[in-house]
Nanobody
């Protein structure tokens, strides 16, 4: 059974940092891309960043470039999202999901097996 478990969310002040983790199990981790998405109240789910499985290429949403860094540890079946210089508009529930495709554009319908999410709140 495919399972993704996010952790690392919390309350942080503007300019602070958090590191999210997405622990995966139940599938061949190296073969899949992992994406981070977020959803704020009243807004649509938004792609944040993804890291592809086979070639390790990385994509970021324009809104987080230069502030967020995605990485993966294939030995631990875990993907991380380091978030620096956090802003109030980063407040959302953050989800991870997997994709068998090589992702160029982060479309949510290319991903599946969504985790339960972790709340990130940035206070001003």
């Amino acid at each position: 059974e495919v399972q993704l478990v996010e952790s690392g969310g919390g309350l942080v002040q503007v300019g602070g940092s958090l590191r999210l983790s997405c622990a995966a199990s139940g599938f061949r981790f190296d073969d899949y891309g992992i994406g981070w998405f977020r959803q704020a109240p009243g807004k649509e789910r938004e792609g944040v960043s993804c890291i592809n499985g086979r070639d390790g290429t990385i994509n970021y949403a324009d809104s987080v470039k230069s502030r967020f860094t995605i990485s993966r540890d294939n030995a631990k079946n875990t993907v991380y999202l380091q978030m620096n210089s956090l802003k109030p508009e980063d407040t959302a529930v953050y989800y991870c999901a997997i994709s068998p495709f090589t992702i160029v554009t982060m479309q949510a319908d290319l991903f599946g097996s969504w985790g339960q999410g972790t709340q990130v709140t940035v206070s001003s």
